[in-house]
């Protein structure tokens, strides 16, 4: 763990958030990562939050096991008949965000549930804005999570900061038109693959904002690795190797038969790693050439992929973009300045933020060798194109996932000059989260 990292984990809860739940007769209090029964009940909750069945005891021990990193506050009913058992959770974490020529501490959150025998009191209301003051104070630029719902969280400064696309193709439409890679795909074992993972998205996370690091435990989940696994079986593994042998792609999938017709089986990929174009030619080129298949799912892929490119029909694919990444902008001096810009410029920008944490007047100066350094203003200075818009906005271009001059016909920002700004901020390839934390 970094310093900012167990700094966080272990901050008290924040004075406010206490105050306030407390004034409603709960109790909030963070769970002990060494307490199984504490961490059980904690789960215990997540799960019916989420839909999902009690857990059993192998996932209840892995859950114990992977997530002590966590820092995981629980809402307590003292009325109520389960008094041990919270009545909302929150979890969160420092991790490390992939931003356009940089990498950012982030405070990634999860399990964010409230049980529907205490829904709309604002108590996630309460949970957030304490949560984010605490990270923001421990000395996180951003916050960022995965969402359930899309418009629950705009209103706590949440922007869409990398949309992803899910992709179902006609494999015989599709036909491959890609270049022919010159190393060899083999399968290996879920062990072998899980291996491989964690270094290779490591590898290519830097090239790809909008990719967190891996949460601990996660990788075990995917390769089914963990007592908890669910159908670990249905798995199968192939690696890519260039021709000196070194091993820069990875895929995880699963078949499904079609008994009417064996021709028609499909394909559901979970991971596809890939560090370099080679890995990436070789590896979908082996997939849309497999014998029975009809058609890909593949979830979760960039907006931009370059697969689009390399089949002979572009209408084989069913493209369906949702968002999926939102980011939250605590520190807007931290946060612009880790990123790079391809463009030399100054902007003057005035950012509103519902909480009041991170708004205020900025001078954001890019200069020619791609660094951007941001002054704090007294007031929002003259003479210089002007951007006027919310946190949530200022997050959402962040990583370069849209343009400027979309967000000021859509209403949502305020400029002089939109084509200027988009140019600041525009990057050169979408970015992406490929997994859901
Ligand atoms: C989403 C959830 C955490 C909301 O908790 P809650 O305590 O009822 O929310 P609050 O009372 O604090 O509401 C805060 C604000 O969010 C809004 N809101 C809450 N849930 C919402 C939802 N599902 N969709 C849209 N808006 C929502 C409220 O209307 C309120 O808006 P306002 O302050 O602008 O008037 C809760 O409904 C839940 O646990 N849902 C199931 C699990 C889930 O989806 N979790 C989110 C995981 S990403």
Not at 46 to 69: C, I, K, M, S, W
Not at 289 to 299: E, N, V, Y
Request: with cysteine; glycine share 8%.
């Amino acid at each position: 763990m970094t310093d900012l990292a167990s700094r966080f984990h272990d901050a008290p809860l924040d004075t406010a958030l206490v105050a306030t739940l407390s004034a409603g007769g709960l109790t909030p209090a963070r769970v002990d990562d060494a307490d199984r029964a504490q961490v059980d009940a904690w789960l215990g909750a997540v799960a019916r939050g989420f839909l999902d069945g009690e857990p059993n005891d192998q996932r209840r021990e892995a859950f114990f096991d992977h997530t002590a990193y966590r820092r995981k506050i629980g809402v307590y009913d003292t009325d109520a008949p389960q008094p041990l058992e919270p009545v909302a959770t929150f979890a969160s974490w420092g991790a490390a965000l992939a931003v356009p020529g940089g990498d950012l501490p982030a405070c990634a959150i999860s399990a964010v549930t409230v049980s529907p025998t205490h829904r709309r009191r604002g108590i996630l209301r309460t949970l957030m804005a304490g949560e984010l003051r605490t990270a923001a104070e421990a000395g996180f630029p951003v916050a960022a999570l995965t969402v359930s719902e899309s418009t629950i969280y705009g209103r706590f400064g949440f922007g869409p900061a990398a949309a992803v696309a899910d992709w179902r193709l006609n494999v015989r439409r599709a036909r491959w038109t890609g270049p022919a890679a010159p190393g060899r795909v083999d399968f290996v074992t879920r062990e072998q693959g899980r291996a491989l993972a964690e270094a290779l998205h490591e590898r290519v996370r830097p090239a790809s904002p909008g990719e967190l690091d891996m949460p601990r435990g996660h990788w075990d989940r995917f390769f089914g690795t963990r007592p908890d696994a669910e159908k670990p079986e249905l798995l199968r593994v192939v690696q890519y190797a260039s021709p000196s042998g070194e091993v820069d792609g990875i895929a995880l999938y699963t078949v499904t038969e079609n008994e009417d017709d064996f021709t028609e089986s499909s394909l559901g990929l979970q991971v596809l790693l890939a560090a370099t174009d080679a890995a990436y030619a070789g590896l979908w080129r082996f997939f849309l050439s497999m014998d029975l298949i009809g058609t890909i799912r593949a979830p979760g892929l960039a907006v931009d992929e370059p697969l689009w490119w390399m089949i002979a029909d572009q209408r084989a694919a069913t493209i369906t973009v949702r968002d999926h990444h939102y980011v939250r902008i605590l520190d807007v001096p931290a946060a612009l300045a880790a990123r790079r810009y391809d463009v030399a410029d100054t902007v003057a920008i005035e950012v509103v933020d519902p909480l009041e944490i991170a708004g205020g007047p900025f001078v954001l100066t890019t200069d020619v060798d791609g660094a951007g350094f941001v002054e704090v203003a007294d007031e929002p200075p003259l003479g210089l194109p002007s951007l006027r818009l919310g946190i949530a906005e200022l997050s959402a271009l962040l990583l370069g996932g849209v343009s400027a001059v979309t967000l000021a016909r859509a209403g949502r920002i305020e400029t002089d000059d939109p084509e200027r700004i988009a140019r600041i901020f525009q990057t050169v390839s979408a970015p992406r989260l490929s997994f859901w934390y």
